[in-house]
């Protein structure tokens, strides 16, 4: 019987996998929007994005889920006056993505600042746009000091993953639910569960060991 279970979790695992995955990517275009906007000039700009993430980083995790699945239609009906039904794993995604985006921009924001000022003035000092000294010369070094507390971030989006099961979304969890109704056996397929989530985490350490030292090479004196 443990069996004939397995493709169902593996699918589940797949879902959850790809779940973690597209956040990220999102995630981390919304944080360089969102440090983009808290670090503007403008009051009018930089003010309004640091209470939006403020209220994204103090609000539970769980209810940015439900806010956004149950929320977002009933906005979308009252400016529209249609009904909209969204996608449980659409929902997932923005969800855990500002969640994702709401820690990553300080942690982007702190290792911009790290990066001395003489860095600008030499791009400047050598007639570099700053658009071009800030992909080019500052962005490498930017993604070094980052990336510690960026990987911390990642997996902790790893293991949000299972609060989506509350909408819907078949990822491990809501799959082991679902078997353990079935089976009756807790400890086994939630156990199980746990060590699939334990072998991501132990591949992603692996993976983000191997970025931190390419990130590192030119310190270490290695091309």
């Given at each position: 019987m443990f069996v004939d279970y397995i493709p169902l979790v593996s699918q589940a695992a797949l879902m959850t996998l790809g779940l973690a995955l597209c956040s990220l990517v999102v995630g981390m275009l919304l944080a360089v929007v969102f440090v983009s906007l808290e670090t503007h000039r403008w009051v009018l700009i930089n003010k309004p994005t640091a209470v939006f993430v403020a209220l994204l980083r103090g609000l539970p995790e769980i209810l940015v889920v439900f806010l956004i699945y149950f929320g977002t239609p009933e906005i979308l009906e009252l400016l529209t006056g249609d009904y909209v039904e969204l996608g449980p794993?659409?929902?997932?995604?923005?969800?855990?993505?500002?969640?994702?985006?709401?820690?990553?921009?300080?942690?982007?924001?702190?290792?911009?600042?790290?990066?001395?000022?003489?860095?600008?003035?030499?791009?400047?000092?050598?007639?570099?746009?700053?658009?071009?000294?800030?992909?080019?010369?500052?962005?490498?070094?930017?993604?070094?000091?980052?990336?510690?507390?960026?990987?911390?971030?990642?997996?902790?989006?790893?293991?949000?993953?299972?609060?989506?099961?509350?909408?819907?979304?078949?990822?491990?969890?809501?799959?082991?639910?679902?078997?353990?109704?079935?089976?009756?056996?807790?400890?086994?397929?939630?156990?199980?569960?746990?060590?699939?989530?334990?072998?991501?985490?132990?591949?992603?350490?692996?993976?983000i060991r191997k970025l931190e030292l390419r990130f590192t090479r030119f310190e270490r004196g290695i091309a």
């Open positions: 794993f659409g929902c997932g995604v923005v969800a855990l993505a500002l969640i994702f985006a709401s820690y990553a921009s300080q942690t982007l924001r702190g290792a911009i600042q790290a990066v001395p000022v003489g860095q600008w003035e030499s791009g400047a000092a050598l007639g570099l746009s700053r658009i071009y000294t800030f992909i080019h010369i500052v962005m490498p070094q930017v993604w070094r000091h980052a990336l510690p507390g960026l990987s911390n971030q990642w997996l902790v989006l790893l293991k949000d993953t299972a609060l989506v099961s509350l909408i819907g979304v078949h990822d491990l969890m809501r799959q082991t639910e679902l078997i353990n109704t079935t089976t009756h056996q807790p400890f086994t397929w939630y156990g199980f569960a746990a060590l699939i989530y334990l072998a991501i985490t132990l591949l992603s350490q692996v993976i």
